[in-house]
T-cell receptor, first 111, second 113 residues
Framework: ETGVTQTPRHLVMGMTNKKSLKCEQH?????MYWYKQSAKKPLELMFV???????ENNSVPSRFSPECPNSSHLFLHLHTLQPEDSALYLC??????????FGPGTRLTVL | GENVEQHPSTLSVQEGDSAVIKCTYS??????FPWYKQELGKGPQLIID?????GEKKDQRIAVTLNKTAKHFSLHITETQPEDSAVYFC????????????FGRGTSLIVHP
């Protein structure tokens, strides 16, 4: 285990649903990340939080809304998603300039 | 920004053979190069890394080499085993407090018993 946990591990939702993904780390890291991983595509960085402030937003549609209430927790709120948003959503954490530790991911299917 | 190219996209070897995965990067200021292994159903896990002040690093059956002049780095796995089968990602990270890695597209390594 890497010390980064994600829940749920699997999620199926309709296009009109609202759901949230949760990520938790107790490694003392000060940066947290959301990535999208689709088949046959590179890892796509979505959001970066450093010391609980969002420092990167990679042109992600507004139907994805991140939240970082403290340095140990990161959420991704989902609303009105599209089938093409189906993917593995990975959370990671790191110390500034250090290697990233990834969670196991949430496999999301949008019907 | 940084651009990382990774080759090959798929690599199939027989158990016991060696496997080599290559990456190139574009930003000469990048100074940290981690490699990740992603097994089915799991997130990527760091397996080895190298910083720009060294040319080679080894850990048992895996090694990484870095050529700063040519801006490329490689992962070498010797005496491959079926449990080495996974997707491998290279990444490059820049200096100056930047902590956001740029990842390669990944290499699917298949080791046949």
């Amino acid at each position: 285990e890497t010390g980064v946990t994600q829940t749920p591990r699997h999620l199926v939702m309709g296009m009109t649903n609202k759901k949230s993904l949760k990520c938790e780390q107790h490694l003392g890291h000060n940066a947290m990340y959301w990535y999208k991983q689709s088949a046959k595509k590179p890892l796509e960085l979505m959001f970066v939080y450093s010391l609980e402030e969002r420092v990167e937003n990679n042109s992600v549609p507004s139907r994805f809304s991140p939240e970082c209430p403290n340095s140990s927790h990161l959420f991704l709120h989902l609303h009105t998603l599209q089938p093409e948003d189906s993917a593995l959503y990975l959370c990671a954490s790191s110390r500034t300039g250090g290697e990233q530790f990834f969670g196991p991911g949430t496999r999301l299917t949008v019907l | 920004g940084e651009n990382v190219e990774q080759h090959p996209s798929t690599l199939s070897v027989q158990e016991g053979d060696s496997a080599v995965i290559k990456c190139t990067y574009s930003d000469s200021a990048s100074n940290y190069f981690p490699w990740y292994k992603q097994e089915l159903g799991k997130g990527p896990q760091l397996i080895i890394d190298i910083r720009s002040n060294v040319g080679e690093k080894k850990d048992q059956r895996i090694a990484v080499t870095l050529n700063k002049t040519a801006k490329h780095f490689s992962l070498h796995i010797t005496e491959t085993q079926p449990e080495d089968s996974a997707v491998y990602f290279c990444a490059a990270i820049g200096p100056g407090g930047s902590y956001i890695p740029t990842f390669g597209r990944g290499t699917s390594l298949i080791v046949h018993p």
